[in-house]
């Protein structure tokens, strides 16, 4: 089954507004991953935060980890159209090397 | 440096034959994965694979699929006998190392039409 729940499951927002997405996960995690998938496209890296971070930046971005609620969030500040994907969080574990992906959010930003 | 290669981008088979799919990786990636995409939905881990070694194939169903790691080439995924059930996108993904340093790398995908 899946590790990762995205919620919400879509978001629509207008240009220069902020969207917020988060994930819940299940069990113990070495890091969690973000990234981002275009239509019809694979998935880009975003940004890692390790199990012992609590927040991280990368330009737009702030990805906070709270791992005694098994849960991150996504925080993308002044959107553009052009941020309008899919967004899927994903988690490592200790005794594992795969990524187990989050069934995603699919952000639409208006101009 | 180009990323990581998948082909063919799209694949069209009829119910009962075979679909090979390919990836290569990033240079100096020695490290695949495979992961399968149903419209709409999140990835689902299939295997993972290091040169000419399966490290963990705990996605992959156990009958008709297969997946390679030679050591000269590309990384192969094989299905025989697909099915309709079998329609989906599959994604390659390549890292220099573990998951627990380095992020993963994504092709664009190949999607697989079973008619």
């Known amino acids: 089954s899946q590790q990762g729940e995205e919620d919400p499951q879509a978001l629509s927002i207008q240009e220069g507004e902020n969207a917020t997405m988060n994930c819940s996960y299940k069990t113990s995690i070495n890091n969690l991953q973000w990234y981002r998938q275009n239509s019809g496209r694979g998935l880009v890296h975003l940004i890692l935060i390790r199990s012992n971070e609590r927040e991280k930046h990368s330009g737009r971005l702030r990805v906070t980890l709270d791992t005694s609620k098994k849960s991150s969030s996504l925080l993308i500040t002044a959107s553009r159209a052009a941020d309008t994907a899919s967004y899927f969080c994903a988690t490592s574990g200790y005794n594992t090397d795969k990524l187990i992906f989050g069934t995603g959010t699919r952000l639409q930003v208006f101009p | 440096n180009a990323g990581v290669m998948q082909n063919p981008r799209h694949l069209v088979r009829r119910r009962g034959q075979e679909a090979r799919l390919r990836c290569s990786p990033m240079k100096g990636h020695s490290h695949v994965y495979w992961y399968r995409q149903l419209p709409e939905e999140g990835l689902k881990f299939m295997v993972y694979l290091q040169k000419e070694n399966i490290i963990d194939e705990s996605g992959m169903p156990k009958e008709r699929f297969s997946a390679e790691f030679p050591k000269e080439g590309p990384s192969i995924l094989r299905i025989q006998q697909v099915v309709r059930g079998d329609s989906a996108a599959y994604f390659c993904?390549?890292?220099?190392?573990?998951?627990?340093?380095?992020?993963?790398?994504f092709g664009n995908g190949t999607r697989l039409t079973v008619t």
């Open positions: 993904a390549s890292s220099p190392g573990r998951t627990d340093n380095s992020p993963l790398h």
